[in-house]
């Protein structure tokens, strides 16, 4: 996405002999960087692989299980802190958008006009994680009780919230890229130096008499 305005940066492609390997392995992670940026899809699958490793952890190993080993007071503590703390990412989302907005320069302006359907949808999905994971730890505020009980409910509730929980902080990691990729195309806009040209100097009316 970004990176791809990046790359068009004078001196991307300048390698000498020193280095090589460590610029093949900068391209490599590039190109992952960037293939994950391009898919929204790949937050769910990161956010459910590691659930799906919690839940065996505690399934087969009996270990782990930090919201259900718990006290109730205290996971209840966890859904509004959680909640609380997943709505900043709006705030972080609003600060790089207002950020890119503001930039100015050519590079800016082709992040602008490649790629903000991209970005549009990228801090489209990072509201929603957000706004998700908040309604969720609400929900489980008022389904997972401050009493022990015996039923399934609230065991639900807390294997969603920490899905939820996991996928605002793949959303968190995926707004961070991104701010990075802005704050850099922004940096080097600015560090170009403006071209000036000097006024053209003026012609003396008698220059045809001079000989």
Known sequence: MASRILRAAPGWHRMGNRGVMQTRKRWDLAVLRETWLNHLWIDVVVAAGLLALHMALVSIFGVADILGDAAPQDRRAVYTSAAVVVSLLASFSGIAIGQLSAAKGDRATSLK???????????????RAGLLAALIAVLALLLDPSTQITTATPVVVRWAFELALLISVVKFLRASALFQDVMEISAMDAGEKEVTTRPAP??????RNVS
């Open 113 to 127: 006009v490649q790629v903000s359907r991209d970005l549009a949808r990228n801090w489209s999905s990072i509201f």
């Open 202 to 207: 003026e012609i003396s009316p008698r220059w």
